[in-house]
């Protein structure tokens, strides 16, 4: 009985490892905060991630954002770069157990740049930001390294937009576009690329060959656009926003993020919920759920929160010139909630004038 409900299991991850629910992609991404809540944003976010999340939440000011992503084997994962360095050598890796434990799953390391500027214009507040992207992906087991899967990739985008508040409603919306690339394979359009770690040469046509010819890679264009509104009623607010990539490498094809929400705040106090990706017919209902909420003490805020069924967490300081900013949270790789999921850290540097 034990061994059949282990090949079901196996069976399904690997249909899963195909089919991957990516929860960053080329021009989306979401601040630390929103991560530490529980992945939600369309109720609470705000600043210049505004004009990609919800246009309708725009605020105004000058803002520079500087966010690593990191998986949770970062104790670990430092050991490889010898083995990246020189590839020659990746047969000595066989031999350390404790890297290839910390090697096993599904792990993701990322980057995330972001700048911009609002302003008053009227009763209209408009602007526009810039960003930077960078993430590697694998998905390893110590059981089929015939089988590994790697990739990387890369894009920069900007943005212009506005909002507009109509009494106790907001709008907003947002346009623009970037160029996008792989750089892992290094030749090809398949994400992730599969790899045979025992071959002679499982690098080939995989890693770049001349690394400083990598941002030759990124030379797709894409085109995105967000809108959004925003219904105050006393302390509780409904939101919805709607963000899509018309030519998404990742998926290969447009890509359509339709979020609603609702949040209330009293005092110090925010709770909220959101049923995030709508129109994604594949996840079911628990896998778009979020939940989270924030305490508000001034120089700091507290961050908890529920995402596809894990548990979400974060601090933000704001001190003298620069907010920092951590949090725990989980990607779900799968379409089912608490399935497939990766642990993360998160941190946030950032300033707004």
Known sequence: MKKKIIICLLSILAVLGVSYQWEVFPGFFKPVESLAMGGVYTTTVDGINALILNPALFTGGFELKFSPGLSNNIAEITKLIPYISNPASITDLATDTALLT?????????????????????????????????????????????????????????????????????????????????????????????????????????????????????????????????????????GMSFF?????????????????????????????????????????????????????????????????????GGVKLDIPFVKIGFAAYVYEYSNFAGLMGEQRFILSFDTKF
């Open 102 to 238: 910390a090697l096993q799953g599904v792990h993701n390391y990322d980057l995330n740049l972001a700048a911009g500027y609002g302003m008053q214009i009227g009763n209209f507040l408009v602007g526009g930001m810039g960003g930077f992207q960078a993430s590697a992906f694998w998905n390893l087991s110590l059981m089929k390294l015939d089988d590994v899967e790697l990739g990387a990739w890369m894009d920069y985008f900007g943005v212009v937009g506005g909002a507009l508040k109509f009494e106790n409603i907001r709008v907003g919306a947002a346009f623009g576009g970037g160029m996008a690339g792989f750089i892992i394979p290094a030749t090809g359009t398949e994400f992730p690329a599969q790899v045979n770690l025992l071959g002679s040469d499982p690098f080939a046509g995989i890693l770049p060959d001349d690394p400083s010819k990598i941002l030759a890679a990124i030379n797709k264009p894409f085109f995105i656009a967000s809108a959004g509104l925003a219904y105050d009623i006393e302390n509780v607010r409904l």
């Open 244 to 312: 899509a990539n018309f030519n998404d490498i990742l998926s290969n094809g447009p890509r359509y993020v339709l979020s609603a929400g609702v949040s209330y705040t009293w005092q110090f106090l925010t709770v909220a919920a959101e049923l995030e990706d709508i129109l994604n017919q594949q996840k079911t209902i628990f896998r778009k759920l979020n939940f989270g909420l924030m305490t508000d003490f001034g120089f700091a805020k507290l961050y908890g929160g529920l995402h596809a069924g894990w548990l979400t």
